[in-house]
């Protein structure tokens, strides 16, 4: 071989491998966005079907609150409970489609009971349930883990019983 043979082979060689290269780092790229896209989409259609629920627990709350006022009628109520029923069943299948193991057990145990989150034994329950919907973004890494969410679950607990219930005793110091 003479030494522009040996310089072509080399030229060409380097010219495969930048191709080679480019062409496993496209690949590489394509594959990690695709990934990171399902995650996205994952967690969007999670934090949907979480404030979803939310909001119908809050809102058939509502409806039971202002019956007891009476400032709407009774077939009011009715109708309302049966839209606010309804909502919250299409909210509990993508929370169980979506949502994390301890979320979807907390909130099968909050459906063995009578849903009455006055009773302090039903707020608890919900309560595991809150705390597992908030955990499931510290363990996506969505927030610090350090500094954020769930880091004392039981005081978590105590404070979101707190919140609920409107009482300033319910939290253990």
């Known amino acids: 071989m003479d030494s ?5 082979t080399v030229g060409l060689a380097g010219v495969v491998g930048v191709l080679i290269g480019t062409l496993l780092g496209a ?5 990690c966005t695709k990934k990171a896209e399902a995650w996205r989409n994952l967690e969007n259609f999670r934090t949907q079907a979480y404030l979803d629920y939310m909001k119908t627990v809050a809102n058939l709350a509502n409806v039971k609150t202002n019956v007891k006022s009476e400032s709407i009628s009774e077939h009011e109520r009715e109708q ?4 606010l029923d309804a909502e919250q069943l299409d909210a509990k ?6 949502g994390t193991l301890d979320v979807i057990h907390a909130l099968a ?8 989150l006055e009773k302090p034994e039903n707020r608890a ?14 363990t996506l890494g969505i927030i610090d883990r350090v500094k954020y969410f769930c880091r004392k679950p039981p005081l978590l607990a105590d404070e979101i019983e707190w919140i609920l219930s409107g009482k300033e005793d319910n939290i253990k110091h």
Request: proline share 0%; charged share 25%.
């Open 4 to 8: 522009n043979q040996v310089t072509l």
């Open 27 to 31: 690949v590489v790229n394509y594959w």
């Open 80 to 83: 309302r409970e049966f839209e």
């Open 93 to 98: 299948a993508r929370v169980f489609l979506y």
């Open 109 to 116: 145990e909050l459906q063995k009971t009578d849903l009455d």
């Open 125 to 138: 329950v919900f309560c595991q349930m809150l705390c597992g919907m908030r955990r499931s973004y510290v």
